[in-house]
């Protein structure tokens, strides 16, 4: 069975950062693609962040330049570093894996940015 753990979200004031953080546990063994997914109230979940386990990432255009996404291949963990936060960034953050042919996601992190 595949779990995932988020950690790292919160409340923070516009232009400030965070970072997430998501660990994958059980019989595991190269991870296709790591990412990050957030869905506002009232919206579709949408892509943030992805990485392949070949290093090669993707970004939605409304955070490139602000958020950053690494992974650690060893580990099974992905980090999303989320900088210069706007307000627009409000949302609960999905870790999502791409493992075999199936799809597993967290349970979820909220982030609020609001002064």
């Known amino acids: 069975q595949v779990q995932l753990v988020e950690s790292g979200g919160g409340l923070v004031q516009p232009g400030g950062s965070l970072r997430l953080s998501c660990a994958a546990s059980?019989?595991?063994?190269?991870?296709?693609?790591m990412g990050w997914y957030r869905q506002a109230p009232g919206k579709q979940r949408e892509l943030v962040a992805t990485m392949s386990i070949g290093g090669t990432t993707n970004y939605a255009d409304s955070v490139k330049g602000r958020f950053t996404i690494s992974r650690d291949n060893a580990k099974n963990t992905v980090d999303l570093q989320m900088n210069s936060l706007k307000s627009e960034d409000t949302a609960v953050y999905y870790c999502r894996i791409s493992y075999d042919i199936y799809i597993y996601w967290g349970q979820g992190t909220q982030v609020t940015v609001s002064s």
């Open positions: 059980g019989s595991i063994f190269s991870i296709n693609s």
